[in-house]
């Protein structure tokens, strides 16, 4: 079995002032980009998605430690699980190293910019040795072709703008050679542009479970139970 939930976090008042000034600089570009014509319009519309990817990786940062909360009470709770996060920013990345390495549990790790060899140390320290017991990964290098069925646990600490790279990622756990029910997480912070985000990988979801028309190979996130 496989359950999804969505975890909706909320940012701190000093986190929710830097994201607010972060907003302002981006209704800023929005206006001039509705002023402005031609090639400076078309740089106006550059610069406001490298905004957009800045509010999405300072979400990101700001979230890794609500997500190590969240994994050492789930390790306490169960001696036998096993944890996946997986993370697109490698900035987060670092940071979620850096404080799982605080719990002093054995863990992996497999980002974008290790080789073949420390990629295969990675999956068999995960999946052959008990006390590992967690598992951080980029959800595009670590999310694609790996198989990692001794965790039983999935957290996505943020979000790609495609579902199907979130199907990869979780495909890695629940596939053939898995013996246990799958927990997956989404954590969100509510009221910032990871709410618009979820809106989008939503509406998507949608488009790819109209074109199958098959319920038994609905799409990961199809039915989520929000808590």
Not at 47 to 72: D, H, P
Not at 87 to 115: C, H, M, T
């Amino acid at each position: 079995d496989k359950t999804v939930s969505v975890l909706d976090l909320e940012l701190s008042n000093g986190e929710r002032k830097e994201y607010t000034e972060m907003m302002d600089r981006l209704k800023g570009l929005d206006q001039l980009n509705k002023d402005l014509r031609g090639e400076m319009s078309k740089k106006a519309k550059q610069q406001q998605l490298i905004e957009l990817e800045e509010l999405a990786r300072f979400c990101a940062e700001k979230k890794v430690s609500r997500v190590v909360s969240f994994v050492k009470k789930a390790l306490e709770e169960n001696d036998n699980r096993k944890v996946i996060i997986f993370s697109r920013w490698r900035v987060s990345q670092s940071l979620l190293e850096e404080e799982i390495s605080k719990l002093k549990i054995p863990y992996a790790s497999l980002f974008g910019d290790d080789n073949a060899e420390k990629r295969q140390e990675a999956i068999d320290k995960f999946q052959k040795q008990d006390n590992c017991r967690i598992f951080i990964g980029s959800t595009l290098a670590a999310g694609v072709g790996l198989t990692l069925t001794k965790g039983d646990t999935v957290i996505f600490n943020d979000f790609m703008w495609s579902p199907a790279d979130h199907q990869q990622a979780t495909d890695r756990v629940h596939r053939i050679g898995q013996k246990n029910p799958v927990f997956i997480y989404y954590m969100k912070f509510m009221n910032t542009i990871e709410d618009q985000v979820w809106h989008v990988i939503g509406k998507k979801l949608q488009v790819v479970n109209e074109v199958l028309k098959d319920e038994d190979k609905e799409a990961d996130v199809a039915n989520i139970e929000k808590i």
